[in-house]
């Protein structure tokens, strides 16, 4: 199993511009969430989803948008990048139970300028 | 949510047990206390978890308070490996979702 993959690794964007950060799992997990780390501080959720076709807002929801077509992928968007949206942005998945440990990504770092 | 509440920083020298405690005292019954950790430039990394009973592992072991409201992680032969920020959070059962704090950084010394 590759596990919880993230694409792309490192990213630099101007302000304004749009893109997609990608989260993949093949572990059949129904429970996959999103997570922005800024430098120094934990990490803070902005949202996570379910089971396909189910997503919910986290802590810090505003300026993404994520969607759950698929139970193996779970895409985060940045619908206009601001400089304060530059962090590093962590995808995880579980099974859907509290009683299980989320497995983590290694991380997309985003910078916007 | 409940949150959890943990010392900033704490020091270990090599191959002696580390004692991490975590307050959580307005956990609710079907909370569940996981901890993580997270190297350096790492994603986070999954420790132990658990309920109501102590837990062990191959990384650690969990005390947990008979009310629930504090745990504690052992390690029981801190190596400059274990060096990293851990992270005491509550799963909540109806949404799954986890809130991490700030975490102890364990600094562990040769």
């Known amino acids: 199993n590759a596990g919880v993959t993230q694409t792309p690794k490192f990213q630099v964007l101007k302000t304004g511009q749009s893109m997609t950060l990608q989260c993949a799992q093949d572990?059949?997990?129904?429970?996959m969430s999103w997570y922005r780390q800024d430098p120094g501080m934990g990490l803070r959720l902005i949202h996570y989803?379910?089971?396909?076709?189910?997503?919910d807002q986290g802590e810090v929801p505003n300026g993404y948008n994520v969607s759950r077509s698929t139970t193996e992928d779970f895409p985060l968007r940045l619908l206009s990048a601001a400089p304060s949206q530059t962090s590093v942005y962590f995808c995880?998945?579980?099974?859907?139970?509290?009683?299980?440990?989320?497995?983590f990504g290694p991380g997309t770092r985003l910078t916007v300028t | 949510d409940a949150k959890t509440t943990q010392p900033n920083s704490m020091e270990s020298n090599e191959e002696e047990p580390v004692h991490l405690p975590c307050n959580h005292s307005?956990?609710?019954?079907?909370?569940?206390i996981h901890w993580y950790r997270q190297l350096p430039s790492q994603g986070p990394e999954y420790v132990i978890h658990?309920?109501?009973s102590n837990v062990n592992n191959r990384m650690a072991s969990l005390a947990i308070a008979e009310d629930r409201k504090s745990s504690t992680l052992i390690l029981h032969r801190a190596t400059l490996r274990d060096a990293a920020v851990y992270y005491c959070?509550?799963?909540?059962?109806?949404?799954?979702?986890?809130?991490f704090g700030a975490g102890t950084r364990l600094t562990v010394k040769p």
């Open positions: 959070i509550l799963r909540d059962v109806d949404n799954n979702d986890m809130r």
């Open positions: 307005t956990i609710s019954g079907t909370d569940y």
């Open positions: 658990g309920l109501t």
């Open positions: 572990m059949n997990h129904e429970y």
């Open positions: 989803s379910v089971g396909a076709g189910i997503t």
């Open positions: 995880a998945s579980s099974e859907a139970a509290a009683s299980y440990e989320q497995y």
